[in-house]
Structure formats: structure tokens, C-alpha cells
């Protein structure tokens, strides 16, 4: 009799608990502070599992919702360098995060700093990798002011991606001199670059589910259409 | 040999009766459905998320199994004096260490090869093709779990059984956070005394991060063959070296008791 009164009121209380616990609001999932953790220290102590990690924080970050601390709601660009610097060092070799997140920072708030940061971070980790190499190059050359780039830097870049491992399968036959020559070219093709930031614009959209981010991209798409014509 | 290998498959024989044998599969699979409900998640490339569950659940699993087998082997041994037979019967010390080795590789294999046949066929149907460096990650992981279980064996002939394991899960998780540590004392930090400790951790604790090329595989990266192939597995067996002659070292002269 004792331990069934017993069960009855241990089951009265769990049921009571289940009711009176406040149940997890859409801010909880989106506002996520892991997004915002030591990187070095996160990915020492998830072991193995940093790239599920990796995983979970890009879907957070982008397709599930916006990147903000706190209940601020409006993420600046400190914190989504923060957050992608995290994502950067979770998993190095995710390109589409790293691209996602300096091609934003450079396109729509400007932060070519930034943006070139977070490539050197990957760098760090992944040094082998062609594509890193280009979007460094392509980051430069599309966002940073005409009479600021150092056409010196570019060609050693260009050079160093170009005698990658696995440059040949994006560089075919073509010679390394002449990919130099080509970009230096377009270093100074105005059309082209803005042609290039159009493309950025339309990427991120297309990847952006946030509503207060795609307005912002739309906006700066407008912009760049319109000087176009 | 053929004694050391007799023994092995008796003790393996006696641990696959074990109902977690089969509780590892049945979470494997379980891990799969999870894995195969969240394949519609596009990111990046299609199929990311699945190839990442997959293998950081098996990753898990592999892990926790060497850990159960060592533990439950040398609790076995401790209580029922498995030892007695075979080294009355003419076996040596030594000999009987290499069957306490093989034992526990044999147990881990056989959940790994269970593991890459359900893989072999569910990714087979879902990405119509074999991914071979998925399997070959799935085994370095299962490298990485033998040393685990090796490094538990080790340090059973130090301490108690319970504070083994304790060492043994302390030094997985420092292994882990070698490579973070030494890139961060060496790029980021640039503390001179951050850089020396780093380099000393290197030589002194197995380094787990060597097993994980997980990141490279799921995302298809460049990879050289050297580092992907070679390494890890000339690591293993220099671990495998050391730590068996560390444990043979102190087994030789070990009392051997049992039941208390």
C-alpha cells in the first residue's frame, strides 16, 4: 500500500513538474551562445566530433535563424565574424561556411579585414586548400579600394595557389604565369568586378534564410543593379 | 601461436555472448534511421550531414565498445581468475599479454566490420556509390579505439581497474586536443612557453587527433595519401609497440591474484 501511494505521488509530482517547466521558446534556438564560445578550447573538448558540431552550428547560424547575441536581434558584423570564425575552427575544410560568412562581411558590411581573417584562420588549419586561396584573392580584388591593392601580393598568392596539389583539377593545363596575368588583369576590370559582386550578392541570397539579412543583401543588390545600368 | 590465438578466440568467444554486443549494432542502427530522417538537410554538399552523423555515432560506439570489452575483460579476469588456466598450462606471461591484446582487437574489429557492412549497403543505395575514404575513416576510428582499450590494459598493471579507465578516457581526451592546442601555442598565441609545452605534450601523450580525418573525408578535400594512409597507421603500431612493452615490462613481474 505504502509504495503505491508512494508511486502515485512521485508520478503527481513528475506530472506537475512536466507543467510548470517553462517550455523553450524560438529565442532559445536561435540566439545560441555556443555560437559565440573559445573556438580552440570548443573543438579541443568535442574530440571527434567537431565537424557534427561544425554542422549544427552552420545550420544554426544560417538556415535556422539569424546570428545575434544576447536579445539584440540584429547581428553587426563582430558577431558574425564571431560566429563563422567558430564554424571556421570547428571545421576547417567547410568552404561554404567560410565563403558564406567573408564574401558577407566584405559584400555587405564592408569588413574586407574581417572576411580576410577568418581565411587566414582557415589557412591555419587547412594550407593545402586551392579554393581558400582564391576567394582570398578574389576577396581582395572585388572589395578592397583600386589604388590599395598590391598587385605583388596578388601574382605570390596567385603563384603559391597555383602550385597546390590539387590546383590542376580548377587550372587544367593552363600556365601558371598566364592565371597570374589573367588576374592581374582583372584586378583593374572595373566591369568585371562589379559584375563578380552581383554574383556574390545573388549567392548569399540564395543562401540566406534570415528575413532582416536578406533584406539587407536585396538592398545592396539594388544598388550595385542599378549602377550597372 | 597457435596457443595465443586459441586463448584469444575462447576469451572473444565468452565477451561476443555479451547482450552489448548486440546492443552496439542495434544503436548503430538506430544511429542510422537518425542519419538517414536528417539526409533531406542539404548543407553544402548533399549527404554531409548523413556521412557526419554516421560516422561520429560509429565514431562513439567503437569508442565506448573497446572501453566495455577491456573493462569487462579485466574484471573478468580479476574475479574469476581467468589467467590460471593458461599459465599453468605452460603459457607464458608474455604470451598470455599478446592474447589479452588480440582479444580485444578481435572485439573491436568485429563491431567495426558490423558497422562497415550496414554503411557499405546504406550508403550504397542512398549516394549510388562505394565511398571508400568514409570506410577508411571508419577504421582509423577503430584504430583509435583499440589504442584506447590497449592504453586501459596498460594501466591496469599500475593501478585499480576503475582508476584505469579514469586514465585512460583522461589521456583520450588530452590526445584529442593536441593538434587545437599546439595550433594555437604556435599560430595564434605565439607564447614561446605555450610553443614548448606543446611540443612536449606531443612527444608524451598519444596523439588521438592523428586518427581524425573526418573533416577532409565528409567535405571531400584534398588529402595526401601519406597523411590519410600511412601515418596513422605507422602511429598506430609505434603506440601498439610502446604501450605493449610498457605492459609487458610490468606484467612479467606482476603477483598475480584473483577473487578479492
Redesign the interface.
Known sequence: MASRVAFLLSAALFLLLSYTIPRPQKSDLVVNEILFARP??F???S??????Y??RL??LSN?VGEVAVGDSFKADEKEVYEATRTIVVM???????LNYGATYLASIKNRLDLALKLVELAK???P???KIYFLEILLILTYEDEDKIDDEKIAALAKKAAL???SQKILGNMLVNDWVEDILIYARDKKGKRAQAIEDLKWLLKNTEDPLKKREIQKRLQELLKDRE | MKEILAVSLFFSKSLLKERATAIFVILAVVMIAIALGLSD?N??RRF??LE??LL?SQ??LLHIAALFYAFEFLQKERTLGLFVLPLSAGMSRGRYLVSKFITLTIMVMSIFFSFLALDAVILYFIEKEITYMLFWQLFL?AL?ALVLGFSIIFFSNLVSLMNSVIYAVAL??IG??LD??Y??AK??SKDALMQYIASLLFYTVPN?SI??K???V??R??I?TEQFYLYPVLYFFALLFLIFSASYLKYRTKVLRFGE
Not at chain 1, 574530440?47 to 557534427?52: F, I
Open positions: 580552440f578550447f573543438r579541443a573538448l574530440g571527434y566530433a567537431h565537424t557534427l561544425a554542422d552552420w545550420l538556415t571545421d576547417p575544410f567547410f568552404y561554404p561556411a591555419i588549419f587547412n593545402e586548400d586551392f597546390l596539389p590539387d | 538537410i548543407i553544402a554531409k550531414l557526419d552523423v561520429t565514431m562513439f576510428y583509435s583520450f581526451f584529442n586536443g587545437e592546442f595550433i594555437y599560430h595564434i588521438y586518427f581524425d573526418q573533416a577532409e565528409v567535405n578535400a584534398y595526401s
